[in-house]
């Protein structure tokens, strides 16, 4: 089984796409979204449509909640907060009870995925630390958890030691060892922030207990003209083009 994991899209269209397109040449059995489908980007209907085709489990993120009316904004930043606003009135009712409908928390063939933390997936914190990492470890019993939310791509793992450890490789290439666990962050579709401004996306063999992660070049200046054209802040316009 070959699951190609995806998150954080933000309504970039010309990113999905790309990323799509990548996947199907990757012998995927089935992809799986972490959220984060909307918010940022010009195109969150356009994006809802293609994650519900491909992906057989969608997550809900907190900018999909935000853009629902169901989470405040009180604690987003003030241009997420503006493209949240001009999110909440494009989204036509398809997208609303996609949206609406999506778990927060999922366990498929054995793996966990979430969008924040499995600790408290509905408080959106941000594991940022190892300690944290650490601690979210006691809260899903699978190998295996993915999850999204900082738009930075990481490998944490606890081996059969039971020593913590963030696993670094290029691509973040990773073969578990018997016993090992592990916690991955499959980085963003649309709006990468470790300084890269590809498209990123990960595939689990879950067989092998292999992960990649891969990046996906796509029209950045496309998505960034229509983006222009929709009034969006320009920090988030020019943040694309540096993947930060
Ligand atoms: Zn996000």
Redesign the pocket.
């Known amino acids: 089984m070959r699951l190609a994991i995806i998150s ?1 899209i ?1 309504a970039n269209l010309e990113a999905l796409n790309a990323v799509l397109d990548d996947i199907s040449r990757q012998r995927i059995d089935e992809t799986v979204c972490l959220g ?1 489908i909307v918010g940022y980007g010009a195109n969150p209907n356009e994006c809802a449509v293609l994650a519900k085709k491909h992906c057989v489990l969608t997550i809900l ?1 907190n ?1 999909d909640a935000a853009a629902l009316g169901i989470l405040s904004t009180q604690n987003f930043n003030i241009p997420a907060r503006i493209a949240i606003e001009w999110t909440s009135e494009q989204l036509d009712e398809t997208t609303k009870t996609f949206l609406k409908n999506l778990p927060l928390k999922e366990t498929r063939h054995d793996i966990s995925f979430v969008h924040a933390t499995p600790y408290e997936p509905d408080m959106w914190h941000y594991i940022s630390s190892l300690e944290e990492a650490a601690y979210n470890f006691q809260f899903f019993k699978s190998d295996f958890c993915f999850i ?2 900082t ?1 930075t791509p990481l490998i944490i793992v606890v081996n059969a030691e039971k020593e913590l450890y963030i696993h670094q490789a290029p691509g973040l290439d990773y073969r578990a060892m018997p016993g090992a666990r592990f916690l991955v962050n499959v980085g ?1 579709v649309g ?1 990468p922030r470790d300084r890269d401004a590809k498209a990123c996306y990960g595939i689990l063999d879950a067989e092998e207990k292999s992960f990649v992660c891969r990046r996906v070049r796509y029209e950045v200046e496309k998505t960034q003209t229509k983006m222009k054209k929709i009034q969006m802040p320009e920090f988030l316009i020019a943040r694309l083009s540096e993947g930060r």
Do not use: E, N, V
């Open positions: 954080d933000h984060d993120g900018h999204g939310h738009h963003s709006q």
